[in-house]
C-alpha cells in the first residue's frame, strides 16, 4: 500500500533517513558547517551526503561535487548555499527527485519585489516535480525524539537534546533557538521544533497539522510574526482541539513598533492584533502575552481542551508572603478573580487542624513550609468548585528543601484542575522537578498570571451552526445594485434582519408638497452621500426638526454645509428620519481582514465611539452566544444591564443584530470589505433595536 501523502511529508520533513547537505562546509567555523555536524554530534545514524564540489570528504563522509551525483531517494536537502546560487540547486534537487529540502539563505521575499521573484521562481521550480520547500530564510529541523538535528542553529552546540512532548513551530529561527536553550535549561524537552522562514511552500499551518498526528508531540507551541495561511491555521487547531492537543501561540506585533518590525523581518503584514486576537480566540488558540509563558504555559494547557466555558476564579496559597500578594496583584490586572476560601473548605480544614483566615491570599508564611499543612491546603483547593484553578507560591525553601513546599505538589500532578507554581527564589532544581511531574512552573508572577488568564480565557473553537438570520439572497442583490451610500446601506442591513429607523430619501431642493407629507415629526435630516462618510463633521446632520418649514430650512442649510466641507461630494439629496431613543447607543460592525478573515465589532457607539474605543472584536459569523459574550465583555456593558437606576438595554435584540450583520461573512468571496451601524439605538428590555446610520463599503480586491 502506498504511504499517505500526509505520512511522507511528515517523514521526509521531520524524521528523514536519507539527507543530503548541499554547500557542506569543512571549516568547523562557518555556519555552512553545523548541519553536518550537528547530525552526527546529537546521534543521526542515517545515510548523510556531503555536496562540495571541491572536496572528496567533509567531516570523514564522503562528498560528491553536485546535486546530480547524489544516490536515488533522498528524503532531505539541507540547502547551505548564498542567495544567489540557492535556485540552481532547487532545480537540481528537483530534478534528482528529492522529496524535500530546506532552505537557509535569506534575500527573498523579505527584501522587496526583486527578492519576491526570486523565492516565486525556487517555489514553482519545486512544485514542477512534487518536492516540497522548507523556507528560504529558515534555520531547519530539529527532532529530538529521532535524534535528529538538521539545523543550523547555534543552540544545538549544547552537549545533548531533552526530547520531550512539546512541538514548536516557528516563524522566527533565531528564537526557535532561544526556546530550546530556555526548555532545556528548566527541563522542559521538544518532540519536534521547525523554522519555517517566508514559508513560500511549507507553511505553518501545515506543519502544524502534521504534529496533530504526531504521537509524541502533546502540546503544540507557535511563535508568529504573522499570519499567512489563516484558514490552515484554524483547520490545523480544530483538528488539535478534537485530538486533545492544546495550540499554544506567542504572536509578534501588540504595538506599532512590533507590528512594523514584524512586517520588515519577513516581508508580509503583520495585521491589526485585535483581528488577530480575535481569530486565535475563535480557532481556540491559546495566546500568551509573556514571551517565556509560552514554554511555562504548556504543562498549565494540557488536558484543558475539554472545557468548554472560560473560567475567572483562581485561589492562591503561598509560603511567601510577598510573593503571593504580587501573583494575586499579577492575577486582577489580568482580568482574573481570586476569591476567599469559602466558610464550608474553612471548616474542612479547620477539621485537620489547620486554620486558614478569610481573606483571598491562604499564607501559611508564618506557620513555616511544612508539607502536611501545605499539601492538605493545596489538596483542598484542588477539590474546592469555588475556584477554576490554583496557584501556589513557594518561597525560599524551593531553592534548598524542595521537599517542604515542592513534593507535596508533585504529588497532586494530574488532579485535572489547572495547577500552577510560581517559584519566588531561583530554584531550577525545582523547576526541573516541576517539569518532570508534568507541573506548569514560573519564574516570574507576571508570566503565571499571563498564562492563567490565556489558559482559563480559552474557549474551544468557534461553531457558528445556526441559519442566517436575514435574506442573503436579497442581501447580495442590494449590494450588487450598489450600496454607496446610508440610505442604501440600511435597506441591505434591513435584508440581513436588523430593523432600521423609519425614513425616506428627499431630492436636494424638495417641494413644499413632498414635506408636508412627513407625518411623522419630529424628524432628523441628513445629507445623502457616498463621498462624506462622516455627516456629523461635515455639518450633515440636523435633529430634532418640527415641521415642515423647518425641514425645507434645514435641507438647504445642508447642502450648503456639505458643499463648504467637500466641494466635489456627490450628493444624492437629504434622508429623512424619525427620532429615536433607547436606552444605550451602540456601534455594530464587519470587516474583512486581508489576514485573518471576516470579523464582528461591537462597542460604545455615537460620536464619542472613537474616542472611547470600547470595543470587541470576534471572528464572524457569530453564534448568538458569542454575540451575547463580545457585549457583555465590553467595559461599558453594566450600563446595559440597568446601571444606577437606568433601565436594562434589550441586550437579546442586540445580540441578534450584531450575530445577523455578522451574516455578511456568508456572502461568496468576501463581497463586502467594511460594513458598520452607528449608532445603532437599543431600547429597554423588550423594546428591540434600531439602526439609525450605516456604511457599507464593498470588496476592492479578492482576500
Known sequence: MPEPADGKLARVLLSPARVAVIGASADPRKTASRPQRYLRKHGFTGELYPVNPGRGEVFGEPAVASPEQLPDGIDHACILLPTEAVEAAVVACAERGIACASILAGGFAETGPEGQARQRRIKEAAQRHGMRLLGPNCIGVINPVDRIALSASAALDVDSLLPGRLGLVSQSGSLLGALLSRGQARGLGFSKLVSVGNEADLGLGEIADLLVDDPTTEVILLFLESVRDASRIEAMARRAQAAGKPVIAYKLGRSEVGAELATSHTGTLAGNDAAVDAFLDAAGIIRVDVFEGLLEAAALARGQTARTRPGRAVAVVTTSGGGGAIVVDRLGLAGLDVPAPPPALRRKLAGQGIEIG??????????????????????????????????????????????????????????????????????????????????????????????MSAVLRRRPPAEVSRRPFGDLDRVGKLLAAGADDEAAALAVFAAL???????????????????????????????????????????????????????????????????????????????????????????????????????????????????????????????????????????????????????SADVEALARALAALSDLARLPEAAVSEAEINPLIVGAEGEGVVAVDGLIVRQRRPV
Open 497 to 647: 434582519g436588523i430593523p432600521r429607523i423609519r425614513s425616506l430619501v428627499l431630492p436636494a431642493e424638495p417641494e413644499p408638497a413632498a414635506l408636508a407629507e412627513i407625518d411623522f415629526y419630529p424628524v432628523a435630516a441628513k445629507i445623502r452621500s457616498p463621498d462624506i462618510a462622516h455627516k456629523s463633521d461635515a455639518g450633515g446632520v440636523i435633529l430634532a426638526i418640527e415641521d415642515a418649514a423647518a425641514l425645507r430650512r434645514a435641507c438647504r442649510l445642508l447642502i450648503e454645509n456639505a458643499r463648504r466641507h467637500r466641494p466635489e461630494a456627490r450628493i444624492g439629496g437629504i434622508i429623512v428620519q424619525a427620532m429615536a431613543s433607547g436606552v444605550a447607543e451602540l456601534l455594530i460592525g464587519y470587516r474583512c481582514d486581508a489576514q485573518v478573515g471576516p470579523l464582528a465589532v461591537v462597542g460604545i457607539g455615537g460620536t464619542l465611539a472613537e474616542v472611547l474605543a470600547d470595543v470587541q472584536v470576534a471572528r464572524a459569523p457569530l453564534s448568538l452566544e458569542r454575540a451575547r459574550a463580545m457585549i457583555f465583555d465590553l467595559k461599558g456593558a453594566p450600563l446595559l444591564r440597568g446601571f444606577r437606576g437606568r433601565a
Open 358 to 451: 478569610p481573606g483571598r491570599l491562604i499564607d501559611v508564611t508564618m506557620a513555616g513550609a511544612r508539607p502536611d499543612v501545605y499539601g492538605a491546603i493545596l489538596l483542598a483547593l484542588m477539590e474546592s468548585d469555588h475556584a477554576d484553578a490554583v496557584v501556589a507560591v513557594v518561597g525560599s525553601s524551593a531553592q534548598f528543601h524542595p521537599e517542604l513546599a515542592v513534593q507535596p505538589i508533585v504529588e497532586l500532578a494530574g488532579r485535572g484542575k489547572p495547577l500552577a507554581v510560581f517559584l519566588a527564589p531561583e530554584a531550577g532544581a525545582s523547576a526541573r522537578r516541576l517539569a518532570e511531574a508534568g507541573i506548569a512552573g514560573f519564574r516570574t508572577p507576571e508570566s503565571c498570571a499571563d498564562a
